[in-house]
């Protein structure tokens, strides 16, 4: 017995229609599994309730031992609701694990460090990261590099930028 789904709906009429819904959903999938392996990833390593946007939010911070200001740490992330980010980041203040830097007279404003808890927090999490999510991905068997496929979804990540320019340009108004 063969069963073909109907996979047409208002989101996709056609094949490429239906490929790229597909794509967005499992973007979806891969989004909310991404946020929960780092919020639980991280629980595994401080004893304060981080989301996965906070534990990204730290990492940055961390990366390449240089402070980083709210521009920056919105930059890396391809975020803009810096509202968000200033309630991530006084979190994590809060918390001991990232301070001011001390040369917050820089020309961007105040910049933000990882404390002495903050280094030990993203080390244990890089540590967990080796030992449990590494070697899973490391059996995955595919024709494209990691590196193609991170191509690929940072020039997807353009066009959806892109196409939410146009789209912030013919908004309805209220």
């Given at each position: 017995?063969?069963?073909?789904?109907?996979?047409?709906?208002?989101?996709?009429?056609?094949?490429?229609?239906i490929e790229?819904?597909?794509?967005?959903?499992?973007?979806?999938?891969?989004?909310?599994?991404?946020?929960?392996?780092?919020?639980?990833?991280?629980?595994?390593?401080?004893?304060?309730?981080?989301?996965?946007?906070?534990?990204?939010?730290?990492?940055?911070?961390?990366?390449?031992?240089?402070?980083?200001?709210?521009?920056?740490?919105?930059?890396?992330?391809?975020?803009?609701?810096?509202?968000?980010?200033?309630?991530?980041?006084?979190?994590?203040?809060?918390?001991?694990?990232?301070?001011?830097?001390?040369?917050?007279?820089?020309?961007?404003?105040?910049?933000?460090?990882?404390?002495?808890?903050?280094?030990?927090?993203?080390?244990?999490?890089?540590?967990?990261?080796?030992?449990?999510?590494?070697?899973?991905?490391?059996?995955?068997?595919?024709?494209?590099?990691?590196?193609?496929?991170g191509r690929?979804?940072?020039?997807?990540?353009?066009?959806?930028?892109?196409?939410?320019?146009?789209?912030?340009?013919?908004?309805?108004?209220?």
């Open positions: 017995m063969n069963i073909t789904l109907d996979k047409h709906w208002h989101l996709a009429g056609n094949d490429y229609e790229l819904s597909e794509l967005e959903f499992s973007l979806l999938r891969v989004a909310a599994a991404f946020e929960r392996w780092r919020s639980d990833c991280m629980a595994c390593c401080v004893d304060q309730p981080f989301s996965g946007a906070d534990t990204a939010v730290l990492n940055v911070i961390r990366m390449h031992e240089r402070p980083k200001s709210i521009s920056d740490i919105g930059r890396q992330l391809n975020r803009d609701d810096l509202s968000n980010l200033q309630y991530g980041i006084r979190k994590l203040v809060k918390a001991g694990v990232i301070e001011k830097a001390s040369n917050s007279d820089s020309k961007k404003g105040v910049t933000y460090v990882v404390t002495e808890l903050g280094r030990k927090a993203t080390d244990k999490y890089a540590q967990f990261r080796r030992e449990l999510l590494i070697t899973l991905t490391q059996s995955i068997s595919t024709e494209h590099s990691l590196s193609d496929v690929v979804l940072n020039l997807m990540a353009g066009m959806y930028d892109q196409a939410a320019c146009i789209a912030a340009a013919h908004r309805i108004s209220t």
